[in-house]
T-cell receptor, first 111, second 112 residues
Framework: QKEVEQDPGPLSVPEGAIVSLNCTYSNSAFQYFMWYRQYSRKGPELLMYTYSSGNKEDGRFTAQVDKSSKYISLFIRDSQPSDSATYLCAMRQNSGYALNFGKGTSLLVTP | DGGITQSPKYLFRKEGQNVTLSCEQNLNHDAMYWYRQDPGQGLRLIYYSQIVNDFQKGDIAEGYSVSREKKESFPLTVTSAQKNPTAFYLC???????????FGQGTRLTVV
């Protein structure tokens, strides 16, 4: 079983919709949880990160971590065509540097 | 501007040739990483380095080699032993103890 599972989609929604992106993981030692956005043929850019369980909000984006269920989510409110990209979840343990990535979910927001 | 520079953006090589991908950062970060991205596979860690003159294998190190002679540079060599080298290669760096990894814009390697 892969340590981080993420549905690759593609996910297509109309402009203005609320988008929910999710990842599950198997390693209970993961403490840091991140969401990256990657536009086509570009490097990923960090959107949000959360330490341990809880919620974090930044503008239209909300990240949630439920460590008891080993489940993390990214919500995008009032989605825009410019949000069309691949969203990658990533996580790591308290010690060490290397990130474990999900496969990424491709999102298309149509006008 | 601070950031990570990968070069070249596109690279074509004949099968059986070694090729070196460049990665330079001016963020004064201690740690640097190389990932490989294939369609539907996500990012897989090739090698990482936490300090100068030290590096560790990641999940898919076979057929690759790295060096870390300077803090700002972490070149990756794709050797002829790598069975399927055509992929998108991403370099990243992070500060010691930081959760945020900054990525370069990637090098797309095509072996023909």
């Amino acid at each position: 079983q892969k340590e981080v599972e993420q549905d690759p989609g593609p996910l297509s929604v109309p402009e203005g919709a609320i988008v929910s992106l999710n990842c599950t993981y198997s390693n209970s030692a993961f403490q840091y949880f991140m969401w990256y956005r990657q536009y086509s043929r570009k490097g990923p850019e960090l959107l949000m990160y959360t330490y341990s369980s809880g919620n974090k909000e930044d503008g239209r984006f909300t990240a949630q971590v439920d460590k008891s269920s080993k489940y993390i989510s990214l919500f995008i409110r009032d989605s825009q065509p410019s949000d069309s990209a691949t969203y990658l979840c990533a996580m790591r343990q308290n010690s060490g540097y290397a990130l474990n990535f999900g496969k990424g979910t491709s999102l298309l927001v149509t006008p | 501007d601070g950031g990570i520079t990968q070069s070249p953006k596109y690279l074509f090589r004949k099968e059986g040739q070694n090729v070196t991908l460049s990665c330079e950062q001016n963020l004064n970060h201690d740690a640097m990483y190389w990932y490989r991205q294939d369609p539907g596979q996500g990012l897989r860690l090739i090698y990482y380095s936490q300090i100068v003159n030290d590096f560790q294998k990641g999940d898919i190190a076979e057929g690759y080699s790295v060096s870390r002679e300077k803090k700002e540079s972490f070149p990756l060599t794709v050797t002829s032993a790598q069975k399927n080298p055509t992929a998108f290669y991403l370099c990243a760096s992070s500060d010691r103890g930081s959760t945020e990894a900054f990525f370069g814009q990637g090098t797309r390697l095509t072996v023909v």
